[in-house]
């Protein structure tokens, strides 16, 4: 077994449990729609409707989150790879030229999505270089076909 403190190959052993991409929308009021492309992403409790996701400390969306209510959870398609590359990097967060309507609290929602889910911050908790969100389900949607955006081993793989 290797040692903790080898960062890359524990970063490469966590490559091997595959995980769902998803692009976290907010909007606090007077400025602009964010998004932020993101692989942490996990049901936490169906009664109350709970879920989580993780934002790395050094994120420059971080102020933004850390006043946010309400959040909104896209579950990206196969075909939004693309949109997962754009919001994954420094400095591009701006939703514009992205197909959204606003939800219930006026949070942008990707129209393409496989599945959403509004949310309300439930709770923030410090972990190490991240902060878990945790997230009250206030409304979700979700459509019948297509295949999700799948993120495996520092690549995008799909679903054969």
């Known amino acids: 077994m290797t040692a903790i403190d080898d960062s890359r190959r524990l970063r490469n052993a966590l490559g091997?449990?595959?995980?769902?991409?998803?692009?976290?929308?907010?909007?606090?009021e007077g400025q602009a729609p964010v998004g932020l492309t993101i692989n942490s992403f996990s049901s936490v409790s169906l009664e109350p409707p709970l879920v989580l996701w993780c934002l790395d400390k050094?994120?420059?969306?971080?102020?933004?989150?850390?006043?946010?209510?309400?959040?909104?959870?896209?579950?990206?398609?196969?075909?939004?790879?693309?949109?997962?590359?754009?919001?994954?990097?420094?400095?591009?967060?701006?939703?514009d030229g992205v197909d959204v309507e606003l939800s219930p609290h006026g949070i942008p929602t990707l129209r393409e999505a496989l599945a959403h889910f509004e949310c309300e911050i439930e709770a923030r908790h410090d972990a190490g270089d991240h902060i878990i969100l945790i997230g009250r389900v206030s409304h979700f949607d979700h459509v019948e076909d297509g295949n999700p955006l799948l993120y495996h081993r520092g690549r995008y793989q799909a679903i054969n």
Request: proline share 2%; glycine share 4%; aromatic share 10%.
């Open 16 to 28: 091997w449990y595959a995980t769902g991409v998803a692009l976290i929308t907010t909007r606090l």
């Open 58 to 95: 050094k994120s420059e969306t971080l102020p933004t989150f850390n006043l946010a209510k309400h959040f909104v959870v896209n579950v990206l398609r196969e075909a939004h790879q693309d949109l997962s590359n754009r919001f994954s990097r420094k400095g591009h967060h701006a939703l």
